[in-house]
Nanobody, 116 residues
Framework: QVQLVESGGGLVQPGGSLRLTCVGS????SRWALRWYRQAPGKERE????????????NYADSVKGRFTISRDNAKNTVYLQMNSLKLDDTAVYYC?????????WGQGTQVTVSS
C-alpha cells in the first residue's frame, strides 16, 4: 500500500521557520520525483518545490525562492521542505506528492499557519 505521510506543520510567527517532512512507503522511493504543493483557503493548489530523481534537478515557485529548500534522503524514504522567513501568505495546507510519468501519489497534508 502506497503512503505518503507529512508532518512538521504548525503555527509560527512571521519570520519564523518550519521544516516539513514527508515519509513514503509502499513504492521505490528513489525512483520517483517528489514535490511539495500547498493550498490556501479559497485558492487553487500550487506547486511550491520539486526535486527530481537525479540531482541537481530542483525547482521552486518564485514566491518561495531563497526562503524554502527542498531535499530528499532516499535512504530514509523522506523528502523535506525547510521553510525560512515565513510570511503570512505562506499559510496553507502543504501536500507531499510523488510522481512518475502519469502516476502520482498524494499525502494527506499538513497545516502551516503563519500568524502574529
Amino acid at each position: 500500500q502506497v503512503q505518503l505521510v507529512e508532518s512538521g506543520g504548525g503555527l509560527v510567527q512571521p519570520g519564523g521557520s518550519l521544516r516539513l517532512t514527508c515519509v513514503g512507503s509502499g513504492f521505490t522511493f528513489s525512483r520517483w520525483a517528489l514535490r511539495w504543493y500547498r493550498q490556501a483557503p479559497g485558492k487553487e493548489r500550487e506547486l511550491v518545490a520539486g526535486i527530481g530523481t537525479l540531482e541537481p534537478y530542483i525547482n521552486y515557485a518564485d514566491s518561495v525562492k531563497g526562503r524554502f529548500t527542498i531535499s530528499r534522503d532516499n535512504a530514509k524514504n523522506t523528502v523535506y521542505l525547510q521553510m525560512n522567513s515565513l510570511k503570512l501568505d505562506d499559510t496553507a495546507v502543504y501536500y507531499c506528492n510523488a510522481i512518475q510519468k502519469e502516476v502520482t501519489y498524494w499525502g494527506q497534508g499538513t497545516q502551516v499557519t503563519v500568524s502574529s
